[in-house]
C-alpha cells in the first residue's frame, strides 16, 4: 500500500507543472516546474528500480493512471459529450486507452523485470545504458496520439539548445540514465552527479542561441472563430443553416485581419473537391464568402472522386491554389497502426473512420515568404515533420499549424496542445504559427521568447508583425534520433576507454 501511495505522489508531482486538471494552463516556466517534474519522475525510475517485479507493476500501473486523471482526463471528453458515456465509464475507458497509449514503458519493464542482464554483464553502467536507449528508442517511434515524454520537463527552463540537439528522445534518455545512476550509487557519488547536472543546466543559459542572417518582418492574421463543434458536424454535412453561420463568422472576424490571414482546421466544413476550389467554379457561393481577400489560408476538407476526403490545408493567393494534405493520421483514433495492413483489419473488424491519408505535402510560398503546413497532431510527431522538411530543397521561415481543439471543450488540453507547438518550435529552430477553431491560436517563437496567443474559447482575431529569418536546420533536424543514438554511443566508447585505462594502470 505504502509503494502505491508513493507512486501516486510521484504522479501528482511529475504531472503537477503541466497544464492539467488542477492548472488548466500548468504552473508555467521556470526552474520550480523543472525540479518539480524532475522529482516526480526520480520517483517512478526509484520504484520500477527497487521494488520486486509485482510490486513494481502496480506501482507503474498507478503511477500512470493518476498521471492519467491529472493531465489526460479529457481525452474521454468527447466520448461523454457526443456518444452520452457516462463520465466514470469513459473516464475507465480512458484509463485503459491511457495505458496503451504509454505502452512502451510497460515493454520497458517486461525487459528490465523479466530479462537477466547479468548474463550479459555485470557492470552497471552497461545496463543502466542499455534501459536508456530503450526507454528514448520507444519514446520515439511508439505510436501515441498526445505524447507527454519525460523529456519534455525541459521546457519549462525555456532551452532551444538542449531541444535543437536531439528532441524529447535524446532528454529522455539523458534523464533516465541519469536518474539510474543517480538511485544506484552512494551520498558522495549522488551531490556530484546532481551538481554536474544543475551546472550544465546552467551553462546552457549563456549559450548565445540568436538567429543570424537578415531580420524581415511580415503582418499576420489568426482567426479564431470559436465554432462549437455541434454547429460544424451540421455545416460538414450540410446543413445550409450552420454552414452560412460558420462562414459568416469567419467572414466577420476576416474584416479584422490586418496581414495574411489564417483560418483553422476544416473551417470550410463540406467535403468538396479539389477542382470545385479552383477558380472556374467561384460562382459557388462558398467562394463569395471565401476569396473575399487576395490571400487567405485554410483548412477544408478535399474529397478524392468517390473515396473519401482528406484534411487538408489550402492557400489561396491571388488566383492561385497551394494544398497540403494531412500525411499523418492519429493512431487508433483517425486510423490503425498496423501500415498496409490496417485497412484490411479494419475492414474485418467493422471500423470506418471518416478521413483518408493525403499525399500532397508540398511548401506554401506567398509574397517570398515560405511556410510548411501541419494539420491538427501532425506537429506533435518531430519525426514526420522532419522528414518533410527533409525532402524539400529550401527551408521554410515558418511552420504553420491548424487545428480544431473544440473536441475537448473547456479543458486543458488546448493548453498542452500549444505547449507541444512551442517545444517542436524549439526542436527546430522556426517558428510556429497555430490557427485554432476554440483556441489556443497563437506564434510560438524557437528561442525560448514568450508566445503570442489569443484567450481560449473567444471569437476573435490575433493581429501581429513579427520578425523571421532564414534559419539553419538543427542537429536534431539533421540526424533524428541517431543524434541520441551517437550520444549513447560515444558513452559506451567512453566506458571501454576508461575500463581500459583502469586495467593498464
Known sequence: ????????????????????????????????????????LSVLVRGILRLPKRKSFYFLMMFFAVHYLMTFYWVTFPIHEFKGISKPVSHLLGIVFFLINFGHYFLVWVLTKNFNFEKFSKDESLRFLAVALLVATLDFYYPQILPVHAGHIFYFLSSSFWASIGGTSFLTFVLIYGLLWFW?????FKLTIASIFVLILLGVEFIDQSEKGEAKNIKVSLVQPNVPNLAKIQAEFGERQALQSLMQI?????????GLVFWPETAVPLHVSYEEMLPGERQNWLYREIFTRSTLVFGAYLREGDKKATNSLLAWDSGKLQRYDKGYLKPFAEELPFGDASPMIANLIGLEYPVIRGFNQNLFEINGVRFFGSVCYESLKPNYVMQMLRTFKIRPHFLI?????????????????FL?????????????????????????????????????????VLNAEITYFETRPTLFEKLGFLSTFGFAALLLLTHFLLNFLKRKG
Open 1 to 40: 500500500m505504502a509503494s502505491l501511495s508513493f507512486a501516486a505522489l510521484g504522479a501528482f508531482l511529475f504531472s503537477l507543472p503541466f497544464p492539467g486538471i488542477i492548472f488548466t494552463a500548468g504552473l508555467g516556466e521556470g526552474w520550480p516546474s523543472f525540479l518539480i517534474a524532475l522529482l516526480g
Open 184 to 188: 544506484n550509487s552512494g551520498p558522495k
Open 401 to 417: 499549424n491548424v487545428a480544431n481543439d473544440g473536441w475537448f471543450g473547456k479543458t486543458s488540453q488546448p493548453y498542452l496542445h
Open 250 to 258: 469567419l467572414a466577420r472576424q476576416t474584416r479584422l485581419a490586418t
Open 420 to 460: 507541444m507547438n512551442e517545444f517542436l518550435s524549439e526542436q527546430l529552430n522556426v517558428p510556429i504559427i497555430r490557427a485554432a477553431n476554440t483556441g489556443i491560436s497563437g506564434i510560438a517563437f524557437p528561442d525560448g521568447r514568450k508566445s503570442l496567443t489569443t484567450a481560449w474559447h473567444q471569437e476573435t
